[in-house]
């Protein structure tokens, strides 16, 4: 799959999560295979103030070879300063957050709600693409649950010059419930010439074979899935993954945010994580009380290091 000239090693790409795509997590994805990966969304504003929160998730290793950095705000000469500035020079391609269903950011017109202004939403592709790179937009197939204007919203996009998109199958009213509308990504698909890239409940690797072949998508993009489970990509790609359990990947998922980051936050981090990595196993339960328990990072590493739970493989499908 290739972005405006960029071409990724795969066409299956690791979502941004806030508060779980961390440099960590994004290292573990991009060698399992995943062809590119975004940070978390970040505030343009935050980029412009210089808030030390904000550069905290714009970490990157060499594993990622393709990086977008994802942006929100809803003021375009703001969102195009953002894009200009020194901290995301070394991001290859730049996304813009037109999905958050989230109510504060909503109510700021931001995230989905650019969905209700085309015209705005439009304006800020054009001034964020004056950084000179790549610029894609996720977004969701419609803000009100029976109002699906994806396809008329994926065209104005894509003149506004977008490189690519990306399209949860859910509307801003659904959330996270109900099941993504692989059809209608299917129609937005079929409505656009620049690449599109499925999202919405993949979490195996029949799943990706499935949407894929359900939407014609380029690409295909996965959340929810890689937490805990950064394996995915593996069994997707056929890239060798370096990591055979669970623990194993704990502990190089703690090595790599270590790098960057203090040990409470690591170690605070780390306990949202190991939720995933334990979920559904015999023991888990258990696991994630000790986790959530450890007063340090040293009592985190020797928690996971001690217990059984984690020398389970990653699922085979
Ligand atoms: C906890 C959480 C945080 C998320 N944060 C972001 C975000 O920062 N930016 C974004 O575009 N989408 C965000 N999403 C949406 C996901 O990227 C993705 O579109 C959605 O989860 C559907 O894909 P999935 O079924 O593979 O999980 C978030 C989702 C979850 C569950």
Redesign the pocket.
Same mark, same amino acid.
């Given at each position: 799959m290739r972005i405006d000239g960029i071409e990724l090693k795969s066409d299956v790409v690791f979502?941004?999560? /806030? !508060? #779980?795509?961390d440099v960590g997590l994004r290292s573990l994805c991009a060698r399992a295979g995943a062809g590119l990966t975004?940070t978390?969304?970040v505030s343009a504003k935050g980029l412009m103030y210089g808030n030390e929160h904000t550069e905290d998730l714009l970490h990157t290793t060499a594993d990622e070879e393709i990086t977008a950095v994802?942006i929100?705000g809803s003021e375009p000469e703001i969102m195009a300063k953002a894009a200009e500035s020194g901290e995301l020079e070394k991001f290859d391609i730049i =996304?813009i957050?037109m !999905?958050?269903p989230v109510r504060k950011i909503v109510s700021n017109g931001e *995230?989905s709600a650019l969905l209700k202004d085309p015209a705005l939403a439009a304006r800020i592709v054009g001034e964020v693409r004056r950084a000179g790179k790549p610029v894609t937009v996720?977004f969701?197939i419609g803000f009100e649950k029976n109002s699906r204007t994806g396809v008329d919203f994926a065209r104005i996009m894509q003149d506004a010059g977008a490189a690519a998109i990306?399209v949860?199958g859910?509307t801003r009213e659904q959330f #996270?419930e109900g099941k /993504?509308d692989w059809d209608y990504i299917a129609e937005v698909v079929r409505a656009v010439q620049i690449p599109v890239i499925a999202? !919405? =409940?993949?979490?195996t690797a029949t799943d990706y074979r499935e949407i894929k072949e359900h939407t014609g998508a380029a690409g295909v993009?996965? /959340?929810? *899935? /890689?937490l805990g489970d950064p394996h995915i990509f593996s069994r997707i790609t056929g890239t060798p993954f370096p990591f055979w359990t669970r623990k194993e990947t704990v502990l190089e998922h703690i090595r790599v945010l270590s790098g960057f980051h203090s040990e409470v936050y690591v170690c605070n981090n780390m306990k949202k994580h190991i939720a995933y990595y334990c979920k559904g196993l015999r023991g888990g339960k258990q696991l994630k009380l000790d986790a959530f328990a450890a007063k340090s990072l040293k009592d985190l590493i020797d928690t996971v290091s001690g217990s059984e739970v984690l020398d389970a493989p990653f699922a085979e499908n």
């Amino acid at each position: 799959m290739r972005i405006d000239g960029i071409e990724l090693k795969s066409d299956v790409v690791f979502a941004p999560i /806030a !508060g #779980y795509s961390d440099v960590g997590l994004r290292s573990l994805c991009a060698r399992a295979g995943a062809g590119l990966t975004y940070t978390e969304m970040v505030s343009a504003k935050g980029l412009m103030y210089g808030n030390e929160h904000t550069e905290d998730l714009l970490h990157t290793t060499a594993d990622e070879e393709i990086t977008a950095v994802q942006i929100f705000g809803s003021e375009p000469e703001i969102m195009a300063k953002a894009a200009e500035s020194g901290e995301l020079e070394k991001f290859d391609i730049i =996304d813009i957050n037109m !999905g958050c269903p989230v109510r504060k950011i909503v109510s700021n017109g931001e *995230g989905s709600a650019l969905l209700k202004d085309p015209a705005l939403a439009a304006r800020i592709v054009g001034e964020v693409r004056r950084a000179g790179k790549p610029v894609t937009v996720k977004f969701r197939i419609g803000f009100e649950k029976n109002s699906r204007t994806g396809v008329d919203f994926a065209r104005i996009m894509q003149d506004a010059g977008a490189a690519a998109i990306t399209v949860h199958g859910r509307t801003r009213e659904q959330f #996270y419930e109900g099941k /993504a509308d692989w059809d209608y990504i299917a129609e937005v698909v079929r409505a656009v010439q620049i690449p599109v890239i499925a999202n !919405g =409940d993949v979490f195996t690797a029949t799943d990706y074979r499935e949407i894929k072949e359900h939407t014609g998508a380029a690409g295909v993009m996965i /959340a929810r *899935g /890689a937490l805990g489970d950064p394996h995915i990509f593996s069994r997707i790609t056929g890239t060798p993954f370096p990591f055979w359990t669970r623990k194993e990947t704990v502990l190089e998922h703690i090595r790599v945010l270590s790098g960057f980051h203090s040990e409470v936050y690591v170690c605070n981090n780390m306990k949202k994580h190991i939720a995933y990595y334990c979920k559904g196993l015999r023991g888990g339960k258990q696991l994630k009380l000790d986790a959530f328990a450890a007063k340090s990072l040293k009592d985190l590493i020797d928690t996971v290091s001690g217990s059984e739970v984690l020398d389970a493989p990653f699922a085979e499908n």
